[in-house]
């Protein structure tokens, strides 16, 4: 763990509790988890046990059946693997905010890991407010502490690469913490919540059911990673624009509930010592973390406002063009374009919860393309983005959205509607891959779904 990724966030500076809490949100994990490492720490320094909280909150934004069952599944695991550990894990239904600050009554210092949306900063800075014990957070999800990367949003890749690479080589990481302070608490009294009774009881009546494609769990996350660095890395450079290839990681549902850490992932990378190693730590580590370094500088990451000036100014200047195809939400959301390959991208993503990366970037440009406005397209991209993706809701997502409008990007040639934003058209499909056996492919998938 690095010191730069423990932050405090009030001025309480002590308080006797019978348990020290480590409040699991973002970081749903029972190993290489360093917020858990830190809660240890100190469980260990008091000599107190560890109490670990998961409020589960089904006003979650954009929650469904879907992530709520990957979700659980990652979370049933973790407890068990908490368990084993002998740390208690306590699990409530209701307001994150209202429930911390319930069992925070009777801690002696409370721990946290980090999101970078903006209702986990509101829960995070109303607890801050209100709890009577210190209150910690350590960015226990990214690679680089994000303040300590960058005080300022960055422009682009470009601009935020020489700064993590000089980091990674500068700052060493102290070992994980091996045992916690083991007496068990009495947690009677707190009434936690059956995981797999609460999971067998989800009713969401939504329309993104669970998916079989993709288990959660730091299990299922070590296995598709094992296998990957098995039989998939090594073509990863040549291959990874191509859908009909099966090349991905698949990492990013795991990493976006933290049922896995980037770090562990980085460090099995390397040690595999493939030759496309670099363009993969390009994904995972500068891209990635380009994404909180957006989230956490700009309050309009998922906004027209959020844009860079240019972008905004070109796309202003376009507004009016006539567009050849206009679709609504549901148009879209029903695979019902004239475009078979958009058609396709959108269907991957509805029946397995994952789309191909490359698939991601012309299917949010068409959605620009074919909206009545820039607005109207971002809300219809997120919203489809946030519903049936498993990584959706995720720093990724909105920079990934964004990018389509011209976020991290530069101003290429102009054209109509989408002005000096980067375009992709299907020939440019057709060119790179067999753009119409991906076609086929996902409706043999769909058939069989
Ligand atoms: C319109 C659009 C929407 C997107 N929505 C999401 C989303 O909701 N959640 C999400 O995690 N990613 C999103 N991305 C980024 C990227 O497409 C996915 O991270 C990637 O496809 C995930 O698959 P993988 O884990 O198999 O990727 P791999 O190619 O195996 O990459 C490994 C890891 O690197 C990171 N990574 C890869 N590509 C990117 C990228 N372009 N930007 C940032 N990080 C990256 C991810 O954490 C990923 O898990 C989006 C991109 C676009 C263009």
Redesign the pocket.
């Known amino acids: 763990m690095r010191k730069e990724s423990i932050h405090k966030l009030n001025n309480v500076s002590s308080r006797t509790g019978r348990f020290v809490l480590y409040w699991m949100q973002a970081s749903q994990r029972a190993i290489d988890n360093d917020a858990l490492d830190y809660a240890c720490e100190i469980s260990n320094d008091l000599s107190l046990p560890l109490l670990v909280l998961f409020v589960l909150h089904v006003g979650y934004p954009s929650a469904n059946s879907r992530s709520f069952t990957f979700m659980l599944e990652g979370l049933e695991e973790t407890e068990k693997r908490l368990k084993e550990r002998g740390i208690t894990f306590l699990s409530k239904v209701g307001n994150p905010v209202d429930e911390v600050l319930k069992i925070a009554k009777n801690a002696s210092v409370l721990v946290s890991d980090v999101g970078y949306l903006r209702h986990q900063l509101f829960w995070r800075d109303s607890i801050a407010r209100r709890v009577e014990s210190p209150f910690f957070v350590v960015e226990s999800n990214v690679i680089l502490p994000v303040g300590q990367v960058s005080k300022k949003e960055e422009f682009s890749a470009a601009t935020i690469r020489p700064k993590i690479k000089r980091l990674l080589i500068d700052t060493p990481k102290s070992p994980a913490i091996e045992s916690c302070f083991s007496k068990v608490l009495d947690i009677e009294n707190f009434e936690t919540v059956s995981l797999s009774t609460f999971l067998k009881d989800l009713k969401f009546g939504d329309d993104a059911p669970a998916v079989s494609s993709f288990k959660g769990g730091t299990a299922q996350a070590i296995e598709i990673l094992e296998s990957?660095l098995r039989d998939k890395i090594d073509i990863?450079c040549r291959e990874?624009n191509d859908p009909n290839s099966d090349v991905?990681?698949?990492?990013?549902?795991y990493?976006?509930f933290g049922q896995i850490s980037?770090s562990y992932?980085a460090k099995k990378v390397i040690e595999k010592r493939s030759p496309c190693e670099e363009a993969?730590l390009e994904?995972?580590i500068i891209?990635?973390e380009?994404?909180m370094n957006f989230t956490m500088y700009n309050p309009n990451y998922d906004r027209f406002e959020g844009l860079p000036v240019w972008a905004k100014k070109t796309l202003n200047e376009h507004r009016g063009d006539m567009r050849e195809y206009i679709y609504s939400k549901e148009q879209f959301e029903n695979c019902s374009t004239h475009d078979p390959y958009w058609n396709a991208a959108q269907m991957e993503m509805a029946f397995t919860g994952?789309?191909?990366?490359y698939m991601?970037?012309y299917?949010?440009k068409k959605i620009l393309e074919w909206s009545e406005s820039p607005e109207v397209a971002l809300e219809t991209?997120l919203y489809l983005?946030?519903k049936y993706?498993l990584?959706?809701?995720?720093p990724?997502?909105?920079?990934?959205?964004m990018?389509?409008l011209g976020k991290h990007d530069r101003a290429w040639a102009e054209r109509k509607v989408t002005g000096k934003v980067r375009y992709m058209s299907s020939a440019g499909l057709r060119r790179k891959f067999d753009a119409d056996g991906y076609v086929r492919k996902i409706s043999r998938l769909a058939q069989s779904t």
């Open positions: 990957f990863f990874r991905l990681s698949n990492m990013s549902p990493l976006h980037p992932i993969y994904e995972l891209r990635r380009l994404s994952k789309m191909h990366g991601r970037m299917w949010g991209a983005n946030d993706e990584d959706g809701r995720d990724n997502g909105y920079a990934g959205v990018w389509c």
